[in-house]
């Protein structure tokens, strides 16, 4: 549990100079580093996503439950904001609210496999559902940024590349045989981050990291298949790396993105707000976008009992990187103001509480195991 406080200490670290630091001229550097970040955990989350493409049919059913997880913490979120945030508009809450609806697919899946549960129905539905929502998020950023920046033609081939991106994961699904160790890794995210930088620069083409770095990762080559864990030692050597050294890379990069994140939210603007109606504002949004994780108990029956229906929607709780990666989406198109602000310390908050959220998931699935 020591890694999700101190992502969580660094984030509010990052919040903390945030209100104090003017980034100025900065910003677009921080910005930068911030998306090498996400295109490093993305491509790692890419090289652990493993399907059955025989059973392709079935996954039809897991991303409509995924979508609707996903969407009920933004639907509750977004009703919340525009009857209690009316600074902002509509189109910049939409997006604002986005945040609330990816679980932490980076940070949940090696909590999960550290507290033994790596090859449980639960890890997996929990593993297909979790990237199946970050999917869904994804895609669903287009829309808003149409409404946010108007239609433009040259959006449309971004669509076009979005769905070819989609087809490339599923056709070579594992297949791209280049170097995937960390610094490599480090290395196609920077080189991601630049060419769309440059993209955006030249042609005013704007297109997130997010879901590029993860269908590379998806297309290449996993040396450590999960599901062939006879051939290697450690079943998720990619997002729990086991030498030391990688150890220490992997995790400073995830600790400087948390500190990066909470330094590009907006100053608090708390206007007519005191403190504790914002820690109830903080509150209520935290509940709303957890119970909205919370429609898969309505799933699965014929898979899995009550309890386990229950751990898998605990286990979808979790927010992080891609929700982090929304709210600096969202502040890079003008959305800022107190919504934003409160939706920055309701994730520090939500992060804070994995640990709670993962102890809680062993509680229903193994009452003997001890954290």
């Not at 050294?245 to 708390?270: A, C, N, T, W």
Request: charge should be neutral.
């Amino acid at each position: 549990m020591k890694l999700i406080y101190l992502f969580c200490s660094c984030l509010i670290v990052g919040m903390f100079f945030s209100q104090v630091v003017d980034l100025g001229g900065a910003r677009p550097y921080v910005i930068f580093l911030i998306n090498v970040c996400v295109g490093y955990i993305m491509i790692e989350v890419g090289l652990e996503f493993v399907i059955n493409k025989k059973r392709w049919r079935s996954y039809i059913k897991d991303y409509g439950i995924a979508a609707l997880t996903a969407f009920f913490p933004w639907a509750f979120c977004f009703l919340y904001f525009f009857f209690f945030f009316s600074s902002n508009s509509w189109q910049e809450l939409l997006l604002i609210s986005r945040f609330a609806a990816p679980t932490s697919s980076g940070i949940l899946f090696s909590m999960l496999a550290a507290v033994g549960l790596g090859t449980s129905w639960l890890f997996r539905k929990v593993q297909i559902l979790a990237i199946l929502d970050d999917v869904d998020t994804i895609l669903l950023l287009i829309p808003l940024q149409f409404l946010l920046s108007g239609t433009r033609m040259i959006m449309l081939n971004v669509v076009f590349v979005i769905v070819l991106l989609v087809i490339l994961a599923w056709r070579y699904l594992h297949r791209l045989r280049l170097p995937s160790g960390r610094i490599w890794i480090m290395f196609y995210s920077i080189l991601f981050t630049t060419i769309l930088f440059l993209l955006e620069y030249e042609f005013h083409v704007e297109m997130e990291i997010l879901l590029p770095a993860f269908v590379f990762g998806c297309m290449l080559f996993n040396p450590h298949d999960p599901r062939r864990p006879d051939e290697h030692e450690h079943e998720h050597a990619f997002i729990e790396p086991e030498e030391r050294p990688l150890m220490l890379f992997d995790r400073s990069i995830k600790v400087i993105f948390m500190v990066l994140v909470g330094l590009i939210l907006p100053k608090i603007e708390m206007d007519s707000f005191n403190l504790w109606l914002t820690c109830i504002h903080v509150l209520a949004i935290t509940i709303l976008m957890n119970l909205g994780k919370c429609f898969p108990i309505f799933c699965y029956k014929d898979e899995a009992p009550l309890r386990e229906r229950t751990a898998v929607c605990f286990g979808m709780f979790p927010r992080g990187e891609v929700g982090a990666g929304i709210l600096v989406l969202a502040i890079e198109h003008g959305a800022g103001g107190f919504a934003t602000s409160v939706a920055g310390i309701a994730l520090a908050l939500n992060l804070l509480l994995t640990g709670v959220f993962i102890m809680i998931v062993l509680k229903l699935v193994n009452k003997k195991h001890r954290v």
